[in-house]
T-cell receptor, first 113, second 115 residues
Framework: GNSVTQMEGPVTLSEEAFLTINCTYT??????LFWYVQYPGEGLQLLLK?????DKGSNKGFEATYRKETTSFHLEKGSVQVSDSAVYFC????????????FGQGTELSVKP | GAGVSQTPSNKVTEKGKYVELRCDPI?????LYWYRQSLGQGPEFLIY????????DSGLPNDRFFAVRPEGSVSTLKIQRTERGDSAVYLC?????????????FGPGTRLTVL
């Protein structure tokens, strides 16, 4: 079946450190891939997305590249800030299945000053 | 503009009781989704509506769960004979259409606790 696996957290980094959160997926065909973020006390919000292989999604300094050969969509940021502390969710959506999202389990990021 | 709203924000009930959770989508959004998020887990799909009809209810765990969207706007998730395992945050999301590229906008969720 379709699934998403993320690296386990929590991830703790110092401000300005480099961030990678790994995400791999299992799905037939060509799903769209997403990163959602949940800041403390707030609802889920879309961070970035990519709809086809080799696409790069980017937003707020975060990037992720859709790698079909490795079925991955790793999230990266060159220099994290304290305000990036949140839970990050990787998700996929298959075409012709409506908009149903399949999420990973989430990775908590804590950035220390 | 107004985002997706959900009421109540918190609901505490006793095992065996009936509960209703409400979702107000963004105005004009035709697609509406319900997800359930257990502690430490990612959201899990329950059901989605395109307009008034349930287009996919494959995520509903059993027949105690039911959802409606009678006028194509507000939706209500109904849970009968609640069990302790139903305790979770129930999330609602809406999008302009159900297309692959359409962003889903999430509400703040309803935290359900079954004692």
């Amino acid at each position: 079946g379709n699934s998403v696996t993320q690296m386990e957290g929590p991830v703790t980094l110092s401000e300005e450190a480099f961030l990678t959160i790994n995400c791999t997926y299992t799905a037939t065909g060509y799903p769209s891939l997403f990163w959602y973020v949940q800041y403390p006390g707030e609802g889920l919000q879309l961070l970035l997305k990519a709809t086809k292989a080799d696409d790069k999604g980017s937003n707020k300094g975060f990037e992720a590249t859709y790698r079909k050969e490795t079925t991955s969509f790793h999230l990266e940021k060159g220099s994290v800030q304290v305000s990036d502390s949140a839970v990050y969710f990787c998700a996929l959506r298959k075409p012709n299945q409506g908009g149903k999202l399949i999420f990973g389990q989430g990775t908590e990021l804590s950035v220390k000053p | 503009g107004a985002g997706v709203s959900q009421t109540p924000s918190n609901k505490v009930t006793e095992k065996g009781k009936y509960v209703e959770l409400r979702c107000d989508p963004i105005s004009g959004h035709t697609a509406l989704y319900w997800y359930r998020q257990s502690l430490g887990q990612g959201p899990e799909f329950l059901i989605y509506f395109q307009g008034t009809g349930a287009a996919d209810d494959s995520g509903l765990p059993n027949d105690r769960f039911f959802a409606v969207r009678p006028e194509g706007s507000v939706s209500t998730l109904k849970i009968q004979r609640t069990e302790r395992g139903d305790s979770a945050v129930y999330l609602c999301a809406s999008s302009p259409r159900e297309g692959v590229t359409d962003t889903q906008y999430f509400g703040p969720g309803t935290r359900l606790t079954v004692l």
